[in-house]
């Protein structure tokens, strides 16, 4: 079996020495760098945010494990929008989606969209893409912003796939297509490497690359084909007790259970969830790997000391919290991600950050990291270089807007809005006869509480209502809320035998004698700025 973890220079040399020393050391490095640096942006697929060895006993990951513990680790990291392309594009313009307007995965980027790796180009840098674009559509063709370009069309395939017409399917090479050889994991980290060892060696790099793992249906490569056959993956709490999982939730969410993604009739099947985390776990071993040779390459090439390897997933993913599966909705197992940074020398060994980060920061930070002097005002985002630098940012944002738009193909998530602070989140659903949700993180993490109807946070609704409603106003001033053509029905199927639909919640049933319905006529409260 391939093993490509990770020993790390600046890690070893710190072990024997005092933490003041090492400290100082680290500081005397960064004060002293001030060159623009490489950087590696490594995006995984589904990667939840508790996907790392360090973070989940049931998997072991000695790569990443050595990107957090010497480097930062981001632990309040989230999406914007839980879903592939939005998420993406998100990434690449540093926009929210009700500004870049990729929908869903059907809505290709509007006509002169700008992609952050555009900005590095004219700052002098080499830029390379290699792997899942997927943004909007499902072409491969090459994006502006990159010099060299390897991708695939839509979700690609781990392995190669032999077609009626008895070719393989294809990779786009800088515009000319040649067939899959092997896992795709490992190709295109061959493709990444190839390239650096043929870049122009005066100039800087940017690497963006952009695993199809650890997407469904997942397909380990054959070296991990038996790992993990021993570890037992444990069922959600919020999962296996229903009966506390569903009171005072939505009524969507116990309706999903038995639908495409839910746990009782999941992708309409009679799959074994938790085996299938297994699975999911096996695929991610490749991209661990992945990251062992990117980090061997670098040490052997003498660049760990000038590149910035950064790591994280472009939406998390549900495996039975809340009788649920997938991603979209606005739950911290969907919109929450790993995101982990590794610089020697530059970054202080074992750095923890807890500010809340996004996916719409990405863009703002790689060219900070670059040097940029100036940012596009393109740019919703902001650099959390100084964060990762261990330097106070006063001005750093305590919370966070999450939209989700509902998809005709999986009509089962409805409309999402969030407001997400450092203690509370606040959901909303659009367009849909259901309740909202408010859940106290720092008391109830695994969000069983709903405490929408406690009078005790009755202003607190009424406020975070209202900064929700103001995030999600778009760069022209409006509320809109986009949508694409529908062509199917989408996966509306449920099992006869299975789990029922859900009750209306008990708050809304009126009982006898009960005066208490005046909450629909509550004035709007009156604020600075109305007219």
Request: overall charge negative.
């Amino acid at each position: 079996m391939a093993n490509y973890s990770h020993g790390g220079k600046l890690w070893r040399l710190c072990i024997p020495l005092t933490g003041l020393l090492c400290s100082l050391f680290a500081s005397a490095a960064n004060a002293a760098d001030t060159t623009p640096k490489n950087v590696i942006y490594i995006l995984t697929d589904d990667q939840r945010y508790d996907e790392m060895g360090f973070m989940n006993p049931e998997i072991t990951t000695p790569n990443i494990d050595t990107l957090a513990q010497q480097g930062v680790h981001f632990r309040n990291a989230f999406v914007t929008t839980a879903l592939c392309s939005p998420s993406r594009a998100s990434i690449l313009t540093g926009q929210y989606m009700h500004n870049h307007g990729v929908v869903d995965n059907n809505k290709p980027a509007r006509e002169g969209t700008v992609y952050f790796p555009s900005y590095l180009q004219k700052m002098g840098y080499q830029t390379g893409f290699f792997g899942k674009w997927h943004m909007g559509g499902h072409s491969d063709k090459p994006q502006p912003g990159f010099d060299h370009w390897v991708s695939f069309a839509g979700q690609g395939h781990y392995y190669p796939v032999i077609g009626e017409d008895g070719k393989a399917n294809q990779l786009n090479i800088n515009g000319k297509h040649v067939p899959q050889q092997g896992y795709i994991t490992d190709e295109l980290t061959d493709y990444a490497l190839n390239w650096l060892n043929q870049r122009d060696t005066d100039k800087p790099f940017f690497i963006y690359l952009s695993h199809k793992a650890v997407h469904a249906d997942f397909k380990p490569a054959e070296r991990h084909q038996d790992q993990y056959a021993d570890v037992e993956i444990a069922v959600p709490d919020s999962q296996a007790n229903t009966a506390a999982n569903y009171k005072g939730k939505p009524m969507w969410v116990k309706n999903q259970r038995n639908s495409w993604h839910g746990v009782d009739f999941p992708y309409h099947s009679s799959l074994d969830v938790q085996e299938y985390k297994r699975h999911y776990h096996q695929t991610l071993s490749a991209v661990d790997d992945s990251i062992g040779r990117l980090l061997d390459w670098l040490e052997a090439n003498e660049l760990s000391q000038s590149t910035i390897v950064m790591l994280m997933g472009d939406n998390g993913f549900l495996f039975g919290e809340h009788g649920l599966i997938d991603k979209r909705n606005a739950y911290e197992e969907s919109m929450r991600v790993p995101l982990v940074a590794y610089a020697p020398g530059y970054f202080k060994p074992g750095t923890t950050v807890d500010n809340i980060v996004a996916n719409i920061d990405i863009a703002a930070t790689v060219l900070d990291m670059a040097g940029a002097k100036k940012q596009p005002e393109q740019f919703e985002g902001q650099s959390f270089l100084p964060l990762a630098l261990g330097k106070e940012v006063d001005d750093w944002r305590d919370e966070l807007v999450y939209e989700y738009y509902w998809e005709f193909n999986f009509p089962h998530t409805p409309t999402t809005f969030a407001l997400r602070t450092d203690q509370y989140k606040l959901i909303q659903y659009h367009g849909v006869w259901d309740t909202e949700e408010l859940y106290d993180l720092k008391n109830d993490p695994n969000e069983m509480h709903n405490l929408i109807n406690d009078p005790k946070h009755k202003d607190r609704v009424a406020d975070m209502r209202y900064r929700l409603f103001s995030g999600l106003e778009n760069n022209q001033g409006e509320h809109v809320i986009p949508y694409t053509e529908k062509y199917t029905h989408g996966a509306v199927y449920r099992e006869k035998n299975r789990s029922k639909a859900a009750d209306f919640p008990e708050p809304w049933l009126k009982q006898e004698g009960d005066e208490n319905l005046t909450d629909f006529f509550v004035p709007k409260p009156q604020r600075d700025g109305d007219h």
